[in-house]
């Protein structure tokens, strides 16, 4: 049971260039949802789908675009990387009242 | 004001004592909490959940609710420096949105 799957698992990048962050969950979760940790800020939250179908902005949705594309995957794109987009970045998922349960991040670096 | 709020620490206990970690919040209808643990350079996993006011125990770990307090404590019991990590502290309101603290490091030292 992988749980959740988040790929690649690290990039760089430069300045201007576009990628899509991948994730991708089996435990038939309804919700799943995309953080970013940097040192000192905690998790920040940047967009939700709280089920198939929806998406809704985050704390900090600036810069990035998501899709829900079935009920098991929820990618974020980043149209045109800058510099402050370094950081980790986290997929989750869960069912209602239930706990978040993470993929392993992905190191992000943009130069 | 925050959500959560965690003293960020750093934190540090000897081996064998017991560590202390706590957690405020600011919705006071909010129904559900949960104790993370982040290693430097992983993801946070959930180590202890909490539903209702008192202790819930689970091996080495305590996790204690006072709702009227708005007060979420979790304790380690003969800390090892294996728990030496980030601990982050997570509140579920009614409209089911999670919101995070910030983290406490937690050094526990040989």
């Known amino acids: 049971n992988a749980g959740v799957t988040q790929t690649p698992k690290f990039q760089v990048l430069k300045t201007g260039q576009s990628m899509t962050l991948?994730?991708?969950q089996d435990m038939n979760?309804?919700?799943m949802y995309w953080y970013r940790q940097d040192p000192g800020m905690g998790l920040r939250?940047?967009?939700y789908s709280a089920s198939e179908g929806t998406t809704?902005?985050?704390?900090v949705p600036n810069g990035y675009n998501v899709s829900r594309l079935n009920k098991r995957e929820f990618s974020l794109r980043l149209e045109s990387a800058a510099p402050s987009q370094t950081s980790v970045y986290f997929c989750a998922s869960s069912d209602m009242w239930q706990p978040q349960h993470f993929g392993d991040g992905t190191?992000?670096?943009i130069l | 004001q925050k959500e959560v709020e965690q003293n960020s620490g750093p934190l540090s206990v000897p081996e064998g004592a017991i560590a202390s970690l706590n957690c405020t919040y600011s919705d006071r209808v909010s129904q559900s909490f949960f104790w993370y643990r982040q290693y430097s350079g992983k993801s946070p996993e959930l180590i202890m959940s909490i539903y209702s006011n008192g202790d819930k125990e689970d091996g080495r770990f305590t996790a204690q609710l006072n709702k009227a307090s708005q007060y979420v404590s979790l304790l380690i019991r003969d800390s090892q420096p294996s728990d030496s990590a980030t601990y982050?502290?997570?509140v579920l309101n009614?409209?089911?949105q999670f919101y995070f603290g910030t983290g406490?490091?937690?050094?526990?030292i040989p």
């Open chain 1, 29 to 31: 979760h309804n919700s």
């Open chain 2, 94 to 96: 009614t409209g089911n």
């Open chain 1, 22 to 24: 991948q994730c991708a």
């Open chain 1, 45 to 47: 939250l940047i967009y």
């Open chain 2, 104 to 108: 406490t490091s937690l050094t526990v």
């Open chain 1, 107 to 109: 190191r992000l670096s």
């Open chain 2, 88 to 90: 982050l502290c997570a």
């Open chain 1, 56 to 59: 809704d902005k985050g704390e």
